[in-house]
């Protein structure tokens, strides 16, 4: 069992170029999530999916697209890339919604943006 | 607005026992998370906590006390491996999760 897998686990990028992350989960759930990790704060929901072929904005959306064509697969995508953008990005999944449900995150991609 | 609040960083000793504190007003709650994550890796889940009380797993102990919101893990017996970030986390109302920024705690020999 892979759990969850990202790709690329590094990137380096010149501003204004795109890139797409690929996240995939072999577990069959329902729910997926892209975070972002910046040194002294804390996670920050970027897009998330309640399903496939859902998706809705997060804490942080701005600059970023995704799309979930198949349950297993959420991908994030960046269409001009910016400096800001730098940062360490995760791909989680949970079985569905509720609050007790734990989130099985993927191993990171760190994004550098020049 | 939401807050989590805890220590940017703590230090212990190898084989003692440390409290990691969270404190957080949130629009609701839905139950608290504490995670940990080693450098350059992934978080992993430690406890969950929704009803009021200790939750204990083994070296590791949660703490939720609703009225005061406020949460805190217990490491006994610390080891060099314990040696990592520990975030807490709340499902608010809409079951979004709040994260705190983390706590780094380093275990000296």
């Known amino acids: 069992n892979a759990g969850v897998t990202q790709t690329p686990k590094f990137r380096v990028l010149k501003t204004g170029q795109s890139m797409t992350l690929l996240c995939a989960q072999d577990?069959?759930?329902?729910?997926m999530y892209w975070y972002r990790q910046d040194p002294g704060m804390g996670l920050r929901l970027i897009h998330y999916s309640v399903g496939e072929g859902t998706t809705a904005k997060g804490e942080v959306p701005d600059g970023y697209n995704v799309s979930r064509l198949k349950k297993q697969n959420f991908l994030l995508g960046l269409e001009s890339a910016a400096p800001s953008q730098t940062s360490v990005y995760f791909c989680?999944?949970?079985?569905?919604?509720?609050?007790?449900?734990?989130?099985?995150f993927g191993a990171g991609s760190r994004l550098t943006v020049l | 607005g939401q807050n989590i609040d805890q220590p940017t960083e703590m230090t212990a000793t190898e084989g003692a026992i440390v409290q990691i504190n969270c404190t957080y007003q949130t629009s609701g709650f839905n139950g608290l998370f504490w995670y940990q994550q080693h450098a350059g890796e992934a978080p992993t889940f430690l406890s969950y906590?929704?009803l009021d009380g200790l939750e204990e797993k083994g070296r590791f102990s949660s703490f939720l006390s609703r009225s005061k919101g406020y949460s805190y893990l217990l490491l006994k017996e610390l080891q060099m491996k314990d040696s990592a970030s520990y975030l807490c986390?709340?499902?608010?109302?809409?079951?979004?999760?709040?994260w705190g920024a983390g706590t780094k705690l380093i275990i000296k020999p």
């Open positions: 577990m069959n759930h329902e729910y």
């Open positions: 989680a999944s949970t079985k569905d919604g509720s609050g007790a449900n734990v989130l099985t």
């Open positions: 906590n929704v």
């Open positions: 986390a709340v499902s608010d109302s809409n079951y979004q999760l709040i």
